[in-house]
């Protein structure tokens, strides 16, 4: 049995086109190969299709909507005046101390039990760890403006520089990127990219807030990484 231009050509069509016509145990044969074949050809579209959605449902945890909300907020206790909350948007870089209380949802984005970010009750301040971070400004991307930029500052260690969608997701989480005015927002990583040692994750979402009525206000920002000087920048878009 064989395929003549697209169609089937049978022992009998074979024997008057001079070929040699197949014995019934060799067209059984040879009819076994072939459905062993298709079998095959379907086990392995089945198993790469299988594998493909396998992986679409093995969702990473930094792929997920991110959620933030003033509940959660690590200065919640160091906004009571204005000064103090002007003093909140400097966040120092220092040795963490026993005494300081690590957050306990972020110890997720650390590589080892020091926390990245913690907070300081006896001075009454938020601090991040020395040892992965240069002193930082916190970023309000809900007043930037399209093509304006916020230095956020250094991000020091390579464990966090290589991971850099983590990183983005970590800035958001532990609000050093400030992404909601009164409420809490939510919001995702759109796109991403890396090239020429810089990466770009485009951010995208909507935060809730208050004036004499309820408002939701749209977010789209992107955070930009130096991986060669650990430099994070906010940009309005």
Same mark, same amino acid.
């Given at each position: ?20 016509? +197949? ?17 095959? +050809?379907?086990?392995? &579209? ?12 093995? &969702? ?18 160091y906004t009571a005046s204005a000064e103090e909350e002007q003093r909140s948007m400097e966040v120092r870089a220092v040795k963490i101390a026993t005494e300081f209380e690590p957050i306990a949802r ?17 001075? *009454?301040?938020?601090? &991040?760890?020395?040892? /992965? ?10 007043? +930037? ?25 970590? +800035? ?9 005015? /009164?409420?809490?927002?939510?919001? *995702? ?17 909507? /935060? ?5 009525? *309820?408002?939701?206000?749209?977010? /789209? ?17």
């Open positions: 049995m064989q395929i003549n231009r697209g169609r089937l050509v049978t022992p009998s069509h074979s024997a008057s086109q001079g070929n040699i016509p +197949l014995s019934t145990s060799s067209r059984r044969a040879a009819i076994v190969r072939g459905l062993a074949g298709i079998a095959a +050809l379907v086990v392995a &579209v089945v198993v790469a299709h299988g594998m493909s959605r396998a992986e679409e449902k093995k &969702v990473d945890q930094f792929e997920a909507e991110i959620s933030v909300n003033s509940g959660e907020s690590p200065w919640q206790d972020l110890q997720k984005y650390a590589s080892d039990p020091e926390p990245l970010i913690a907070i300081d009750r006896m001075n *009454r301040r938020v601090v &991040v760890n020395e040892r /992965h971070f240069g002193d930082l400004r916190r970023a309000k991307v809900t007043s +930037l403006r399209a093509g304006e930029r916020a230095k956020l500052g250094i991000v020091k260690s390579a464990a966090l520089v290589n991971k850099p969608r983590s990183l983005v997701r970590f +800035l958001v989480e532990s609000q050093l990127i400030m992404c909601y005015v /009164h409420v809490g927002a939510q919001l *995702r990583i759109s796109d991403d990219k890396e090239a020429a040692g810089r990466y770009l994750a485009v951010l995208v979402g909507s /935060h809730e807030y208050y004036t004499n009525k *309820r408002n939701v206000g749209h977010l /789209h920002f992107a955070v930009e990484l130096d991986k060669s000087t650990g430099t994070v920048e906010v940009v309005g878009l």
